[in-house]
C-alpha cells in the first residue's frame, strides 16, 4: 500500500514538473517596434523629402505606451531609438477614450533644421493590449508627424504597424 501511494505521488510530481512552471504564460511586451512606414498623405505626405524625415523619425524608435505595467491605459508615454541620430527619443502622453487610444509625443530632435516635432498616433486599445500579451500580433498605428524647418511649418500622415518586443515576465 505505501509503494501504492509513494507510486502515486511521483507521477503527480512528474505530472506538475512537466508543466513548467507557467512563466511562458506570463511574458508580456514591455515596448513595441514598427514596420516600414505605408500610404502617406497630409500637406507633405507627397513630398520625397518628407517622407524620408518620417521614416528616419518613426521608424527607429521603439515605443512604450505602458510605463506603468502592463495595460494599455492613461499614462506617461515613451520612444527610444539610435542614441547617435538626429532623433534619439521622445515623451508624451496615451489618453484611452472609447477604445481608442491617442498617444502625443514630442520628439527630441539635435537637427538644427527640425525643430518643434511632434508624433500623434491613435490606435485600438484591444489589438495594442492583444499584442502586449500575445508573441507575434500587431496593430496598426495612424500617424501624423508635425514638425517646423526653414521657418515652416510641415505635417505628414502615414500608416505603421507596431508589434510587441522585449519580452518579460509579467
Known amino acids: 500500500m505505501q509503494r501504492l501511494l509513494a507510486l502515486a505521488v511521483?507521477?503527480?510530481?512528474?505530472?506538475?514538473?512537466?508543466?513548467?512552471?507557467?512563466?511562458d504564460l506570463m511574458q508580456r511586451a514591455?515596448?513595441?517596434?514598427?514596420?516600414?512606414?505605408?500610404?502617406f498623405g497630409g500637406t507633405d505626405g507627397l513630398d520625397a523629402t518628407a517622407q524620408a524625415l518620417a521614416k528616419e523619425i518613426i521608424e527607429?524608435?521603439?515605443?512604450d505606451f505602458t510605463p506603468s505595467g502592463f495595460?494599455?491605459?492613461?499614462?506617461?508615454?515613451?520612444a527610444g531609438g539610435d542614441a547617435a541620430g538626429d532623433y534619439p527619443s521622445a515623451t508624451g502622453t496615451v489618453t484611452v477614450s472609447q477604445g481608442q487610444a491617442t498617444v502625443v509625443?514630442?520628439?527630441t530632435s539635435t537637427n538644427p533644421d527640425v525643430t518643434d516635432v511632434q508624433l500623434t498616433g491613435t490606435y485600438s486599445v484591444a489589438d495594442a493590449q492583444?499584442?502586449?500579451?500575445?508573441?507575434?500580433l500587431s496593430f496598426d498605428v495612424a500617424w501624423t508627424l508635425e514638425w517646423t524647418s526653414g521657418g515652416e511649418q510641415h505635417s505628414?500622415?502615414?500608416?505603421?504597424t507596431l508589434t510587441g518586443t522585449g519580452w518579460v515576465a509579467a
Open 105 to 107: 509625443l514630442d520628439v
Open 30 to 39: 514591455d515596448k513595441f517596434a514598427g514596420s516600414a512606414l505605408s500610404g
Open 60 to 63: 527607429q524608435l521603439e515605443y
Open 10 to 23: 511521483l507521477i503527480a510530481v512528474a505530472a506538475l514538473a512537466s508543466c513548467g512552471t507557467g512563466n
Open 156 to 160: 505628414l500622415t502615414a500608416t505603421q
Open 71 to 78: 495595460v494599455i491605459q492613461n499614462s506617461q508615454a515613451s
Open 130 to 136: 492583444q499584442a502586449l500579451d500575445t508573441p507575434g
